[in-house]
């Protein structure tokens, strides 16, 4: 599991990154979302790897094994939202650069 | 119990944020309704900020470093969010709410009635700028950058055009990508010490297992990159000139305190989690933060030689200002960053008004060469060595003003005497070279050699930079008509030049409170027991 885990992140950062220096400003904000994709498993990640174990600590429980770390999801959650809200400005942003210079290079003109 | 004092430190917070939300619903055809709210909040905010920096004042050395602590939610600390104001936050929040009011008068002789939510985007961006230099958490720190991040989106693309706009995008790429890695640092630090909240980080390096340190050096490295690409260190500032000289004025006067959240960032969590209590991880890239300043300070000053047009030259300034405060975190000496502190706030001020000062003066140029150009044509060549012979006796009322007010600032950007950026420097350099103090004898690192003799050159480059705008612009144009200069739009840049004259003149206190800051940040014990036994609001309520 952690191979796999490890192996997607490592997949999405490795395309996210190449697509964010590609010239074309589509390439780029589909970097963009890869790459935060990436940054979400990450997070994950770092809060342990526990399979069949609840986020949720009930009153009076004592052993912490049993259950999952309930902050990174709260944080991934966070995240998630933040970035997706970032995106579609970024898209916004794209079309304006778009009308205005008539071309999606993201310098705003063909080289 | 409501008492002011007690959530005095969540006031700068919620204020402009109340502010920002409440303007959206009042329509934008009610203009003075809008101004209106919109000034007394900044006005507020100022009080507020003025009173935390004067309690800041107050604090006794024996009493703790802290000026106050609040939980929010009333959650025990180390589990929930707290919002934190000592020495060094209660004067940035101070230096935001100035600025912030001074790009607002600026904003309404014209460029608020541009675009929509102005004064919306403006309340946002001092939001964000706030709770960063108040939150006591690394992730709440991340959301606050966001916020204020998302602004200062809005805000460059106010006034719109194509410059802006691609300006824009390059901007938000880079921040973009910034705040993953700024997600990295954040989760990797989470991963090997298991809290988020600064203090009880910096209080568990110690005992983090020597096979995670590893990662933990590593996850600090990313969060420091994310804030060196904010502060714009080279080579990851190459995105600055180019954004702040696209932004309208009131906006790029405010971006001026957007490089120091990210030195900001840099120096309390340098000091406070990399200080000398972190065992092996002690000191953590000081050396980058030096050779990274150094290298900030020769692009900055090289770029503001070369900038073609005087928006740039004034980017390149905040280039340099940021270049010479990392240089001076990175040397790690108490009293050189006693001299930084004050440099930063003289630097920023005098950039602000430099770029407010940088419209007005392109305006008058614009609109004479028009007048100039329609009277050419209306009435032939012949009545032009009249017009010529007349205005050349009189220098215009607004011009005088500008001149003297860019003469001011060139002095402070260069570090000449009398005002406060010679006083800065003179603060800076005096410890790098006597590090022991005055009474023993010194051994003196090359390094500080270096960076001494960078913030001169630097400080004469731009000197020659700006000598030659002022002379291409306020005796070369003699000839042109009168500026149509509003009494409003000078206004802030005198408050932000009177300031800096302001901080000459009571350079000792100012001093003072620096060096308490200085020695505050150099000795975070004090800040994490504070931090760590927040008291909370009501803890016998609970049954």
């Given at each position: 599991?952690?191979?796999?885990l490890?192996?997607a992140i490592?997949?999405?950062?490795?395309c996210?990154?190449?697509?964010?220096l590609?010239p074309r400003?589509?390439?780029?904000?589909?970097?963009?979302s890869l790459l935060s994709y990436a940054?979400n498993?990450?997070?994950?990640?770092?809060g342990r790897l526990?399979i069949?174990?609840a986020p949720?600590v009930?009153?009076g429980?004592?052993?912490?094994?049993?259950?999952?770390d309930p902050?990174?999801?709260a944080?991934?959650?966070?995240?998630?939202v933040?970035?997706f809200?970032?995106?579609?400005l970024?898209?916004?942003?794209?079309?304006?650069v778009?009308g205005?210079a008539?071309t999606?290079?993201?310098d705003?003109?063909e080289? | 119990?409501?008492?002011?004092?007690?959530h005095?430190?969540i006031?700068?917070i919620l204020?402009?944020l109340?502010t920002?939300?409440?303007?959206l619903?009042?329509n934008?055809?009610h203009?003075?309704?809008?101004?209106?709210?919109?000034?007394?909040?900044a006005f507020v905010l100022?009080?507020?900020?003025?009173?935390l920096?004067?309690?800041?004042g107050?604090v006794e050395?024996a009493?703790?470093?802290l000026?106050?602590?609040?939980p929010?939610?009333?959650?025990?600390?180390?589990?929930?969010?707290v919002?934190?104001?000592?020495r060094?936050?209660?004067?940035?929040?101070?230096?935001t709410?100035?600025l912030?009011?001074?790009?607002?008068?600026?904003?309404?002789a014209?460029?608020?009635a541009v675009?929509?939510?102005f004064h919306?985007l403006?309340h946002?961006?001092?939001?964000g700028?706030?709770g960063?230099?108040?939150t006591?958490?690394?992730?709440?720190?991340?959301?606050?950058?966001e916020?204020l991040?998302?602004a200062?989106?809005?805000?460059l693309?106010?006034g719109?055009?194509?410059?802006?706009?691609r300006?824009g995008?390059?901007y938000i790429?880079?921040n973009l990508?910034?705040?993953?890695l700024?997600?990295?640092?954040v989760a990797?630090?989470?991963?090997?010490?298991g809290t988020?909240n600064m203090?009880d980080v910096a209080a568990?390096?110690?005992?983090v297992?020597?096979?995670?340190?590893?990662?933990?050096?590593?996850g600090?490295g990313?969060?420091?990159?994310a804030?060196l690409?904010?502060?714009?260190?080279?080579?990851?500032g190459f995105?600055?000139?180019?954004t702040?000289?696209?932004?309208s004025?009131p906006a790029a006067?405010?971006?001026a305190?957007?490089?120091?959240?990210?030195?900001y960032a840099?120096?309390r969590?340098?000091l406070?989690?990399f200080?000398?209590?972190?065992?092996?991880s002690?000191?953590l890239?000081q050396?980058v933060?030096?050779?990274?300043?150094?290298?900030?300070i020769a692009y900055?000053?090289?770029?503001a030689?070369a900038?073609?047009?005087?928006a740039?030259l004034?980017?390149?300034m905040v280039?340099?200002?940021?270049?010479?405060?990392?240089a001076a975190?990175?040397l790690?000496?108490q009293?050189?960053?006693s001299?930084?502190l004050?440099?930063?706030?003289?630097?920023t001020?005098a950039?602000?008004a430099?770029?407010?000062?940088?419209?007005l003066?392109e305006r008058?140029?614009?609109?004479?060469?028009d007048?100039?150009?329609?009277?050419?044509?209306?009435y032939g060549?012949?009545e032009e060595d009249e017009?010529?012979q007349?205005?050349g006796?009189v220098?215009?009322?607004?011009?005088a003003?500008?001149?003297?007010g860019?003469?001011?600032c060139a002095l402070?950007?260069?570090g000449l005497p009398p005002l406060s950026?010679?006083?800065a420097?003179?603060?800076m350099?005096?410890p790098m070279?006597?590090?022991?103090?005055?009474a023993?004898?010194?051994?003196?690192?090359?390094?500080?050699?270096?960076?001494?003799g960078?913030?001169i050159?630097s400080?004469?480059a731009a000197l020659?930079a700006?000598?030659?705008t002022g002379?291409?612009?306020?005796?070369a144009?003699l000839e042109e008509a009168?500026a149509?200069?509003?009494v409003i739009?000078?206004?802030?840049?005198l408050?932000l030049?009177g300031?800096?004259?302001?901080?000459?003149v009571?350079a000792?206190?100012m001093?003072?409170y620096?060096?308490?800051?200085?020695?505050?940040l150099?000795?975070?014990a004090?800040?994490i027991?504070?931090v760590l036994a927040?008291?909370?609001?009501?803890p016998?309520?609970?049954?």
């Amino acid at each position: 599991m952690e191979l796999i885990l490890a192996l997607a992140i490592g997949v999405l950062t490795a395309c996210g990154v190449w697509l964010l220096l590609r010239p074309r400003t589509f390439q780029v904000i589909i970097g963009l979302s890869l790459l935060s994709y990436a940054v979400n498993l990450f997070i994950f990640g770092m809060g342990r790897l526990r399979i069949n174990a609840a986020p949720i600590v009930h009153h009076g429980a004592v052993d912490s094994l049993a259950f999952a770390d309930p902050l990174p999801q709260a944080l991934v959650l966070t995240a998630i939202v933040i970035g997706f809200a970032m995106t579609a400005l970024f898209l916004v942003v794209m079309l304006a650069v778009r009308g205005f210079a008539g071309t999606d290079h993201v310098d705003g003109r063909e080289r | 119990m409501f008492a002011l004092d007690d959530h005095l430190v969540i006031l700068p917070i919620l204020l402009p944020l109340a502010t920002g939300s409440l303007l959206l619903f009042v329509n934008e055809r009610h203009r003075s309704l809008r101004a209106i709210i919109s000034l007394a909040s900044a006005f507020v905010l100022i009080i507020a900020a003025a009173l935390l920096v004067y309690r800041a004042g107050l604090v006794e050395e024996a009493a703790g470093e802290l000026i106050a602590t609040y939980p929010l939610g009333n959650w025990p600390v180390p589990f929930g969010i707290v919002l934190v104001a000592d020495r060094l936050a209660a004067l940035m929040v101070l230096l935001t709410a100035i600025l912030g009011l001074c790009a607002l008068l600026f904003a309404l002789a014209r460029w608020h009635a541009v675009g929509p939510s102005f004064h919306s985007l403006l309340h946002f961006l001092l939001t964000g700028l706030c709770g960063a230099f108040l939150t006591g958490d690394l992730f709440n720190l991340f959301v606050f950058f966001e916020v204020l991040l998302a602004a200062s989106y809005g805000l460059l693309l106010h006034g719109s055009g194509s410059a802006r706009a691609r300006a824009g995008l390059h901007y938000i790429a880079i921040n973009l990508a910034a705040s993953f890695l700024f997600l990295i640092g954040v989760a990797l630090i989470y991963g090997t010490t298991g809290t988020l909240n600064m203090a009880d980080v910096a209080a568990k390096i110690a005992n983090v297992p020597a096979a995670d340190r590893g990662l933990l050096e590593a996850g600090g490295g990313i969060l420091a990159v994310a804030f060196l690409v904010k502060a714009g260190i080279w080579p990851l500032g190459f995105w600055l000139t180019t954004t702040y000289a696209a932004a309208s004025a009131p906006a790029a006067a405010l971006f001026a305190i957007m490089t120091k959240v990210g030195i900001y960032a840099l120096l309390r969590l340098s000091l406070l989690i990399f200080g000398d209590a972190a065992g092996a991880s002690a000191g953590l890239g000081q050396a980058v933060l030096l050779y990274g300043g150094m290298g900030t300070i020769a692009y900055g000053a090289i770029s503001a030689l070369a900038a073609q047009t005087t928006a740039r030259l004034a980017g390149s300034m905040v280039l340099v200002s940021s270049g010479t405060l990392l240089a001076a975190i990175g040397l790690g000496n108490q009293a050189v960053l006693s001299g930084a502190l004050f440099y930063l706030v003289s630097s920023t001020l005098a950039i602000s008004a430099l770029f407010l000062l940088v419209e007005l003066v392109e305006r008058v140029r614009m609109e004479g060469a028009d007048i100039l150009a329609v009277t050419m044509e209306a009435y032939g060549d012949d009545e032009e060595d009249e017009a010529e012979q007349e205005i050349g006796s009189v220098i215009p009322r607004a011009m005088a003003v500008l001149g003297i007010g860019f003469a001011v600032c060139a002095l402070v950007l260069s570090g000449l005497p009398p005002l406060s950026g010679f006083l800065a420097k003179f603060a800076m350099i005096s410890p790098m070279l006597n590090p022991e103090g005055l009474a023993t004898p010194n051994s003196v690192t090359p390094q500080a050699w270096w960076l001494a003799g960078l913030l001169i050159v630097s400080g004469f480059a731009a000197l020659i930079a700006l000598v030659r705008t002022g002379i291409n612009t306020f005796w070369a144009t003699l000839e042109e008509a009168p500026a149509a200069v509003q009494v409003i739009e000078i206004v802030p840049v005198l408050i932000l030049l009177g300031l800096c004259v302001a901080m000459s003149v009571m350079a000792a206190p100012m001093l003072g409170y620096m060096d308490a800051a200085a020695q505050a940040l150099y000795t975070p014990a004090g800040y994490i027991n504070d931090v760590l036994a927040a008291p909370l609001a009501m803890p016998e309520a609970m049954p």
